[in-house]
């Protein structure tokens, strides 16, 4: 990295949860001054007796984590002359905007440098228009999104790595291994072999040879 150079934020979208398609990109136009995380964590009570003096709380799951990103957007000249309606349009056509390819909106990563500091979706945007033309038009504005985190299935899968049937899987197959004995590790039941040949796309539920990966989705 050359000394004083300034590394701005970068948005790149694309089409899937897994973040291999991608389909374009958005360098901002300033760096926020600051970006903000807050994770939650989901649990139950619904197990603790009406009356008791306190309740007892159980894990239920990961809850969502959202990030916090202001852009800016300046056509007065000082920066740029660019129309700022058209700055904002070309923002929101990746992280807004549906895409009928997929039917839904894109997924996103945010990157600072080289530093890869956010994966998810746009949950919400603020349009605050800070400076306004005689007729109107904005000649500068800030958009206040918020980005809520997504995880491919293979990647939570991957990350969680138990043993359970009502969670995705992704395995690694070994010398010996055959498709029914990997079925019964998951599912307690080697008699899947075929729907899960399927689900990954095997012609011959043979067809696997050791480092091959393969998906177990939820019991099926």
Same mark, same amino acid.
């Given at each position: 990295?050359?000394?004083?150079?300034?590394? *701005?934020?970068?948005?790149?979208?694309?089409?899937?949860?897994?973040?291999? &398609? &991608?389909?374009?990109? !958005?360098?901002?136009?300033?760096?926020?001054? *600051? %970006?903000?995380?807050?994770?939650?964590?989901?649990?139950?009570?619904?197990?603790?007796?009406?009356?008791?003096? @306190?309740? %007892?709380?159980?894990?239920?799951?990961?809850?969502?984590?959202?990030? @916090?990103?202001?852009?800016?957007?300046? #056509?007065?000249?000082?920066?740029? !002359?660019?129309?700022?309606?058209?700055?904002?349009?070309?923002? *929101?056509?990746?992280?807004?905007? !549906?895409?009928?390819?997929?039917?839904?909106?894109? !997924?996103? *990563?945010?990157?600072?440098?080289?530093?890869?500091?956010?994966? #998810?979706?746009?949950?919400?945007?603020?349009?605050?228009?800070?400076?306004?033309?005689?007729?109107?038009?904005?000649?500068?504005?800030?958009?206040? @999104?918020?980005?809520?985190?997504?995880?491919?299935?293979?990647?939570?899968?991957?990350?969680? #790595?138990?043993?359970?049937?009502?969670?995705?899987?992704?395995?690694?197959?070994?010398?010996?291994?055959?498709?029914?004995?990997?079925?019964?590790?998951?599912?307690?039941?080697? #008699?899947?072999?075929?729907?899960?040949?399927?689900?990954?796309?095997?012609?011959?539920?043979?067809?696997?040879?050791?480092?091959?990966?393969?998906?177990?989705?939820?019991?099926?």
């Amino acid at each position: 990295m050359s000394r004083g150079k300034i590394n *701005k934020a970068r948005l790149v979208a694309y089409r899937d949860p897994d973040y291999m &398609e &991608e389909i374009g990109s !958005y360098e901002v136009l300033l760096n926020p001054e *600051k %970006t903000s995380k807050k994770a939650t964590i989901d649990y139950s009570t619904g197990s603790t007796p009406i009356g008791s003096s @306190a309740k %007892t709380v159980k894990f239920r799951g990961g809850g969502k984590e959202n990030y @916090a990103f202001n852009f800016f957007f300046d #056509g007065t000249g000082i920066i740029t !002359y660019r129309n700022v309606s058209e700055q904002i349009d070309e923002l *929101k056509s990746l992280i807004y905007h !549906y895409n009928g390819d997929i039917h839904e909106s894109n !997924y996103i *990563k945010i990157f600072w440098g080289t530093q890869s500091e956010f994966k #998810g979706r746009l949950e919400s945007f603020e349009q605050i228009n800070l400076m306004m033309d005689t007729d109107g038009t904005p000649l500068r504005s800030e958009i206040k @999104a918020v980005f809520i985190r997504s995880v491919s299935p293979k990647k939570k899968a991957l990350e969680e #790595g138990r043993n359970s049937s009502d969670l995705t899987h992704i395995r690694t197959v070994s010398a010996g291994d055959n498709l029914p004995l990997m079925c019964y590790r998951i599912y307690k039941d080697s #008699g899947y072999y075929l729907k899960v040949a399927a689900y990954n796309d095997l012609d011959d539920f043979r067809d696997i040879t050791p480092g091959d990966q393969i998906v177990f989705p939820p019991v099926i």
